[in-house]
């Protein structure tokens, strides 16, 4: 009954944003170029807003670094879901319209493994360094998840010692496919991305003294042509009602002081 209501919920919301913009715009078609760390959420609530509205949303995932060079390059989009460090960048130059900059969600990192797989101990940071030094650890060059565990790996002073057992990816599903195919016993990846990846499961979050965070910020095309429809998926993904979809998808609301400048 109660995910029955949420649903409900959210349909009424997304018809609301829906019938506020359509004083503004006909059907229009929504070009996203989204991170991975928030494809599952874009997954589940797109086609709701879709059948709401009677827009059209094409999104291209991949890493949010990579994604930012395109953009650079003149890839045009009307909306872009990246980390706020890129997003705040491209306001910086104009590209992303200042008035539009939106704080998603975030997500904690944490590391994958494969199911049925031993469970190491990470549950402390003592653990935790154990548990890495004795694994092979996959993790994606760019994503935030990889510059998260970079750093890390400095700051607990094992980064040499893991350097000859790490295998460093392109992109988050790399990750998955390396830890499922059992060439790396260990992920390190976003719990968002870690939920969307077959082969993996969740071994668990990093120990909260040393946790990070993956936070997503949206923000529309100063150039759009379709900045009211973009506009109204933005308030659907940040309305109330979106929020049983985050977190199921293991994201929670951004702290305003994280997602801020």
Avoid: W
């Amino acid at each position: 009954m109660r995910s029955r209501r949420a649903s409900l919920t959210l349909a009424a919301m997304m018809a609301l944003a829906a019938s506020s913009e359509s004083q503004l715009v006909s059907a229009a078609e929504i070009s996203v170029l989204c991170s991975n760390g928030f494809k599952a959420v874009m997954e589940e609530l797109v086609p709701q807003f879709e059948r709401a509205s009677g827009h059209s949303v094409v999104v291209r995932y991949g890493v949010s670094t990579l994604l930012k060079r395109e953009i650079d390059a003149g890839q045009a989009f009307d909306i872009a879901v990246l980390t706020p460090q890129l997003i705040d960048d491209l306001v910086r130059q104009g590209t992303i319209a200042a008035d539009t900059r939106t704080p998603l969600a975030r997500s904690g990192m944490g590391i994958a493994i494969r199911p049925g797989a031993a469970r190491p101990d990470i549950s402390t940071t003592d653990a935790l360094k154990r548990t890495l030094l004795s694994s092979s650890i996959a993790y994606a060059r760019e994503g935030a998840g990889g510059l998260f565990f970079a750093d890390l790996a400095k700051r607990l002073e094992i980064a040499d010692a893991l350097q000859p057992k790490s295998k460093i990816t392109t992109t988050g599903e790399e990750v998955g496919e390396s830890v499922a195919r059992g060439d790396a016993a260990l992920g390190v990846l976003p719990l968002s991305e870690i939920l969307s990846l077959r082969g993996v499961e969740v071994l668990g979050p990093f120990p909260a003294d040393v946790q990070g965070y993956m936070i997503m910020v949206a923000g529309v095309s100063s150039k759009s042509p379709q900045r009211a429809a973009a506009r109204a998926l933005i308030t659907v993904l940040t309305a109330p009602a979106a929020m049983p979809v985050m977190q199921k998808r293991g994201m929670e609301p951004a702290a305003a002081t994280e997602a801020a400048r």
